[in-house]
């Protein structure tokens, strides 16, 4: 039986067998049993590689962090995850980079991650917001409409998301307004250059 922790472009969690490319960490979501108790623990939710230095868990261990696993970086910037500086190793910088650009901070500023943790959770917690199509940059999910499922902004194309991997669906006119999943300051991030990681189903 799968564990309650593949997560979805809204971050909501379910439990399926699909595993995909990231593994992710709110805190410790589970207790002694496996089960998940809370959204989060922290505001510092991050997207980690899947493997870093040859290290092994037993996944969701009881007192420890709850492993979450996303398709692809789309999704996770999607759920409100930033790159994790530790087991990542060049996404972490570009995307102070991409932030500072964003931000309109000065050149060289450094970037806090707890302010970055702090706007993301409030926008986490905020209303979903609508803009056109055309405005949006690669990378980001939208919802065409309220029962429909999410979808990746790619190339010009709208792809349906799902655990499996991506779907081509007819895409609407560049002008048509779309609901905005992706965080607004991860969209700003993905203009400003973010180089993100999709899963290799946009290929088909």
């Not at 991409?98 to 500023?109: E, H, N, V």
């Not at 790619?154 to 905005?180: C, I, K, M």
């Amino acid at each position: 039986m799968p564990h309650k922790n593949r997560v979805d472009p809204f971050g909501n969690l379910h439990a399926t067998p699909q595993r995909g490319t990231l593994m992710g960490n709110r805190g410790n979501l589970h207790d002694a049993d496996g089960t998940i108790r809370r959204r989060f623990k922290h505001k510092a939710w991050v997207a980690c590689a899947l493997e870093f230095r040859s290290r092994h868990r037993p996944v969701m261990a009881p007192g420890c962090y709850t492993e979450l696993f996303f398709l692809d970086e789309a999704t996770a910037l999607s759920a409100g995850h930033r790159p994790c500086g530790t087991c990542q190793t060049r996404a972490p910088s570009k995307f102070k980079q991409c932030w500072r650009q964003a931000m309109r901070m000065g050149l060289g500023t450094p970037v806090d991650l707890k302010v970055v943790d702090n706007i993301l959770h409030d926008e986490r917690t905020g209303v979903t917001w609508t803009t056109p199509l055309r405005t949006l940059p690669d990378g980001t999910m939208v919802q065409v409409a309220p029962e429909e499922p999410p979808c990746l902004w790619w190339h010009g194309r709208l792809l349906q998301w799902s655990f499996d991997g991506y779907d081509p669906r007819p895409t609407l006119q560049l002008d048509e307004n779309v609901a905005v999943l992706t965080p607004r300051s991860l969209v700003e991030v993905l203009k400003a250059g973010y180089p993100i990681s999709v899963h290799p189903s946009v290929a088909a």
